[in-house]
């Protein structure tokens, strides 16, 4: 049989085209097939930070790569999303979000770097993190009620630190003021570590924030709890009131941290990441982790995620509209 004359450049071609795909198709296998990279949008310590941590190893040991934390903090976590929503979609670029970063920066500030309806896709809620009341151990108040007279007698004198302005703790300390009628000044930090680091050091006498910040300074009597914002006590910190109990009747305020993935990243990725989150999440040994630190593990599906994210949105929206709360 004859050859034609383009046969071997055909060949020739067929076979570099398929040489150029090789990579291509090795690199379209299961998920994940090397590292992913976990953001936080705050500094090392706080509770978004912890439970990252926590999560990003179990995760190694399930999936057979290295899950890295990535601390990007500033701008009250505006900086490490801003990163995640334009990282590529590929599932190996992922972001820690809390209650502050997903639903209440987009009611709070007019503008972010980012669309916060389409950036990102939901993957999972990770934990629930009730916040506690926390004081200095000089602050001569044992009680609630004995701060809010301690504060009452000195307007203005006192001040409180949160992780940054227009985040969960910020709000928390707001709507206490103004359940109680008291003066405290706000002295926003970047992140949780750092505020947390300042009221141990006496720099500041109040801070509300979760309980997996201050669970180890509890124990080393470097702070002191006078309640819990939740609508029930924590169970890592059974004899602390909540704030209802202790004299703030319907007073209830949470955080949350959950799992994000850049918006366009592949369904089938995000759903094997939440069922693999999942997973870890019932592990006895996971759950007491989280739970022993004041966290509630919550693990749930994307659609759950992104209705809880919506609807704290519009819960904050309206928060921040009838207290006037403005970033500094």
């Not at 703790?169 to 008291?182: I, Q």
């Not at 006496?202 to 470097?222: N, Y």
């Not at 599906?301 to 929206?317: C, E, S």
Request: glycine content about 10%; aromatic content about 6%.
């Amino acid at each position: 049989m004859p050859r034609t004359p383009f046969a071997f450049p055909v060949l020739a071609a067929m076979a570099s085209m398929l040489a150029m795909a090789a990579p291509a198709l090795a690199q379209s296998g299961p998920w994940p097939s090397k590292p992913v990279t976990i953001v936080v949008p705050f500094p090392p310590g706080g509770g978004t930070d912890t439970g990252a941590r926590i999560l990003a190893e179990q995760l190694t040991r399930r999936w057979g790569q290295t899950v890295v934390v990535e601390n990007k903090g500033g701008a009250a976590g505006q900086i490490g999303a801003d990163m995640v929503a334009k990282a590529k979609p590929d599932g190996y670029t992922l972001l820690m979000g809390n209650v502050g970063t997903q639903s209440i920066n987009p009611a709070l500030y007019k503008k972010l770097p980012y669309d916060p309806d389409k950036a990102f896709a939901p993957i999972t809620l990770v934990a629930e993190l009730p916040l506690a009341m926390m004081v200095n151990p000089s602050v001569p108040a044992k009680t609630v009620k004995e701060f809010i007279a301690y504060a009452k007698s000195r307007p203005g004198q006192l001040s409180y630190s949160s992780s940054g302005a227009g985040g969960g703790p910020h709000l928390a300390a707001e709507m206490f003021k103004d359940s109680t009628g008291s003066f405290i000044l706000h002295v926003p930090y970047r992140g949780g570590g750092p505020a947390v680091s300042d009221l141990i050091a006496g720099h500041v006498q109040l801070s509300f924030m979760t309980a997996f910040e201050a669970s180890g300074h509890l124990k080393a009597g470097k702070l002191r709890a006078l309640a819990v914002t939740s609508d029930k006590r924590v169970p890592a910190l059974p004899d602390v009131p909540t704030l209802s109990e202790a004299g703030v009747p319907g007073f209830n305020s949470i955080s949350w941290i959950g799992l994000l993935a850049p918006a366009g990243t592949p369904q089938e990725i995000t759903d094997k990441a939440a069922a693999d989150v999942r997973a870890v999440m019932s592990q006895d040994e996971v759950r007491r982790k989280f739970s022993d630190l004041g966290a509630i593990p919550a693990a749930g599906t994307p659609a759950a995620f992104a209705r809880l994210i919506d609807d704290d949105r519009k819960r904050y929206a309206q928060i921040i509209q009838d207290r006037k709360v403005t970033v500094e």
